[in-house]
């Protein structure tokens, strides 16, 4: 089967460079990859009936892809690693090594530089990573275009697992709302450095390298900068909690962001169907912005289950009202005359 997908694509005009080498698996539609410019080097592996690879996209130029269930759009570069539930908008671009996991986004020309691992990642337009990075649960904004754009400097993680093991831990580098608009100063994250979600950054901020974030910042223009943790050692109890409002608040402020995200996608972004945003690509967006709300509720759940084992029921006696409101407005369509006089402009 995988020898007749290859002799499909390669007569409607895919090149692969090595056919004996790629692996095109039985449910692969091979009418949901595109015969322009469409270039599979040796060494990848594509299956998922839900994989759509648009117009002029370069896959495993770098070494051997692993792709499953992506949607991958034009002109975009995937050099090596592995991509699995993700989708990628026009132009952007992942280098070597790789490691791109369900519930992650990049948008127009967003780009990550080798051996970088995302998760539950949101990138809006022009974000860049670079190197040896580990940028899990996040979503990041700023910029107004390919050269004032929001970055990541190499060697760069987000803490994203507690020590009570939750991962209630999701961080908002900007915001939906504004970063939509593609028109926030950048935010500016120092190499060799990290952050301890759940946080909040404002944008405009400017965090100088080596720096380990621990408090939000949601003032605009900011530089913060700061050596090595003073040492210590007290006493620890697993499972028992503190600043449990901020995180509580920062998960729900975080959801509420990915709630307008979908409605963007739904109402504005689909009135933009055409060659570089195919009506797959839309779907493939719907589809992992509303997974991402379901992951972040579910971990939001979880930390109040463990709270209540621990004796704290902050979180745990508040959560049914919490989730049916949730639920509520995740199908919610919003303020309709709002959407439309938007729509005017």
Avoid at 117 to 134: A, D, E, R, Y
């Amino acid at each position: 089967m995988t020898t007749e997908k290859i002799k499909i694509l390669l007569q409607k005009g895919v090149e692969i460079q090595n056919p004996a080498t790629v692996a095109i698996a039985p449910e692969v539609d091979e009418g949901r990859i595109s015969d322009k410019g469409v270039v599979i080097h040796s060494g990848c592996r594509i299956s998922g009936k839900h994989t759509w690879v648009s117009t002029g996209a370069r896959l495993g130029a770098a070494g051997p892809a692993i792709i499953e269930n992506c949607q991958i759009g034009p002109g975009v570069e995937l050099e090596s690693g592995f991509f699995k539930d993700a989708v990628f908008l026009a132009g952007s671009r992942c280098g070597p090594g790789s490691h791109v996991r369900e519930g992650t986004i990049l948008e127009e020309q967003a780009s990550i530089a080798h051996t970088v691992g995302l998760k539950q990642t949101i990138l809006f337009p022009f974000v860049t990573l670079g190197s040896l990075i580990n940028f899990c649960d996040c979503l990041m904004a700023g910029g107004t275009g390919r050269k004032n754009h929001s970055e990541v400097g190499s060697s760069y993680i987000h803490f994203n697992f507690t020590p009570n093991q939750d991962k209630a831990t999701a961080s908002l580098i900007g915001d939906v709302p504004r970063g939509v608009m593609l028109n926030q100063r950048p935010i500016f994250l120092g190499g060799q450095g990290g952050m301890v979600g759940p946080l909040r950054l404002n944008y405009g901020t400017t965090v100088a390298a080596g720096t380990i974030l621990r408090k939000d910042e949601l003032r605009p223009d900011r530089l913060i900068y700061g050596g090595a943790a003073r040492g210590g050692n007290i006493e620890f109890r697993p499972g028992k909690y503190s600043g449990v409002s901020r995180t509580i608040k920062n998960n729900l402020i975080y959801i509420g962001n990915l709630l307008a995200l979908r409605q963007w996608y739904r109402e504005i972004r689909a009135l933009f169907i055409g060659a570089e945003f195919p009506d797959a690509l839309l779907e493939g967006l719907l589809q992992t912005v509303l997974r991402a709300i379901e992951e972040r509720m579910r971990r939001l759940r979880e930390l109040g289950v463990k709270m209540e084992d621990g004796g704290d029921l902050t979180l745990a006696s508040a959560w049914p009202v919490l989730e049916e409101r949730l639920m509520r407005q995740r199908d919610r369509l919003g303020e309709v005359r709002s959407l439309e006089a938007f729509k005017e402009i």
